[in-house]
């Protein structure tokens, strides 16, 4: 599977901001799509997830109410719709995917995910 994420760029602090996320190559119907990002001297975190098949989703707290996570099964590719953006929200989002479902013990950390798109950067001025 390979994932390419794009969307990123400069916005102003309350904008808003859609991220994509491209899947290619060998896809599994039943498998979970995620956002994680990390900041300048600030491990990985994880941000959103979403299942493939069924299309439940999950939130980090920091973001629920302001970030909705999505995706187009015809197109096989998610989405990161990012509104009411705060500065603490610059970082670099990496798209991620792993073939099962989410798991609520393993699947808000990076290593549960064998496959990740290249980044795009977020930055969020005040």
């Known amino acids: 599977v390979q994932l390419q994420a794009s969307g990123g760029g400069l916005v102003q602090a309350g904008g808003s901001l859609r991220l994509s996320c491209a899947a290619s190559g060998r896809t599994f119907s039943n498998y979970a799509m995620s956002w994680f990002r990390q900041a300048p001297g600030k491990e990985r975190e994880f941000v959103a997830a979403i299942n493939w098949s069924g299309g439940s989703t999950y939130y980090a707290d920091s973001v629920k109410g302001r970030f909705t996570i999505s995706r187009d099964t015809a197109k096989n590719t998610g989405y990161l719709q990012m509104n009411s953006l705060k500065p603490e929200d610059t970082a670099v989002y990496y798209c991620?995917?792993?073939?099962?479902?989410?798991?609520?013990?393993?699947?808000?950390?990076?290593?549960?995910?064998?496959?990740w798109g290249q980044g795009t950067l977020v930055t969020v001025s005040s």
């Open positions: 991620a995917a792993r073939s099962a479902p989410f798991n609520s013990l393993t699947s808000y950390y990076a290593h549960a995910y064998p496959y």
